[in-house]
């Protein structure tokens, strides 16, 4: 359901949504491109300056944004984050849960427990946290989506990939559940995309020999999700861009 507001060309406007990892990579790409049909969007990571630079360059192209620095990995980062946000909107009709940690590849038996801690924290509990802290506010928009950013690797297990698989996998199973939990209750539907390989700097850490021009831009991934949301999805949703 479109906002009364909303216009072919900005069909978007009047709704609000928040986008996390929004300074680089594809939550950047997707923030602005939510902007650009007319959302006012919430740009979430942990450092100002770079939100700052994605923030000019919505508005240079005519949207609307606000920064919202903040670490999701601190115990009460999400929570204040909820309160801010939801002391000055009434409701978030978009979710985009984007940032993740990205362990470093290595046999099960040799995972780092740090890095592992901080990738369960930022991929697993912050998640949690977000649905946790925003369900208020999704619940009063009239056509709530929540989407969430995943990898092959959370369905289908691959050597070296343990630690970053299993936060994933715990990542879908979070969302999966939320979304049938309040399938009968609320108008929030939720999908989970998988990107497929993007240029992103997370793609150069995972495969650093590989040509980045040899994989897609995040604008692509950007452009699927804004058309999915103008979709009517069924809930739990899971799609992969440009499978081949």
């Given at each position: 359901?479109?906002?009364?507001?909303?216009?072919?060309?900005?069909?978007?406007?009047?709704?609000?949504?928040?986008?996390?990892?929004?300074?680089?990579?594809?939550?950047?790409?997707?923030?602005?491109?939510?902007?650009?049909?007319?959302?006012?969007?919430?740009?979430?990571?942990?450092?100002?300056?770079?939100?700052?630079?994605?923030?000019?360059?919505?508005?240079?192209?005519?949207?609307?944004?606000?920064?919202?620095?903040?670490?999701?990995?601190?115990?009460?980062?999400?929570a204040r984050l909820a309160t801010a946000i939801s002391g000055r909107w009434n409701a978030l009709d978009i979710?985009?849960?984007?940032?993740?940690?990205?362990?470093?590849?290595?046999?099960?038996?040799?995972?780092?427990?740090?890095?592992?801690?901080?990738?369960?924290?930022?991929?697993?509990?912050?998640?949690?946290?977000?649905?946790?802290?925003?369900?208020?506010?999704?619940?009063?928009?009239?056509?709530?989506?929540?989407?969430?950013?995943?990898?092959?690797?959370?369905?289908?297990?691959?050597?070296?990939?343990?630690a970053y698989g299993a936060t994933k996998a715990a990542f879908e199973n979070l969302l999966s559940s939320y979304?049938?939990?309040?399938?009968?209750?609320?108008?929030i539907r939720v999908a989970i995309v998988d990107p497929g390989a993007t240029r992103t700097k997370m793609r150069?850490?995972?495969?650093?020999?590989?040509?980045?021009?040899?994989?897609?831009?995040?604008?692509?991934?950007?452009?699927?999700?804004?058309?999915?949301?103008?979709?009517?999805?069924?809930?739990?949703?899971?799609?992969?861009?440009?499978?081949?």
């Amino acid at each position: 359901m479109t906002d009364a507001t909303s216009t072919p060309e900005k069909p978007l406007a009047g709704q609000l949504a928040l986008v996390t990892g929004a300074s680089r990579g594809i939550g950047a790409a997707t923030a602005k491109a939510l902007a650009a049909q007319g959302a006012h969007v919430i740009l979430v990571a942990r450092t100002a300056k770079d939100l700052e630079a994605v923030e000019e360059q919505i508005f240079e192209a005519g949207g609307t944004a606000t920064i919202a620095p903040v670490d999701l990995a601190e115990a009460d980062g999400i929570a204040r984050l909820a309160t801010a946000i939801s002391g000055r909107w009434n409701a978030l009709d978009i979710l985009v849960i984007n940032a993740a940690g990205f362990p470093t590849l290595t046999p099960v038996w040799q995972i780092d427990a740090r890095e592992f801690n901080q990738a369960l924290t930022l991929n697993v509990l912050a998640t949690q946290a977000l649905l946790a802290g925003f369900d208020g506010m999704l619940r009063k928009s009239r056509d709530a989506r929540v989407i969430g950013l995943t990898s092959s690797v959370g369905a289908s297990p691959r050597a070296y990939w343990g630690a970053y698989g299993a936060t994933k996998a715990a990542f879908e199973n979070l969302l999966s559940s939320y979304a049938q939990e309040v399938r009968n209750t609320a108008s929030i539907r939720v999908a989970i995309v998988d990107p497929g390989a993007t240029r992103t700097k997370m793609r150069a850490k995972a495969y650093p020999g590989e040509n980045p021009e040899s994989v897609k831009p995040p604008e692509v991934v950007a452009e699927r999700i804004v058309a999915l949301l103008g979709e009517q999805f069924s809930s739990p949703h899971r799609e992969r861009v440009n499978q081949d």
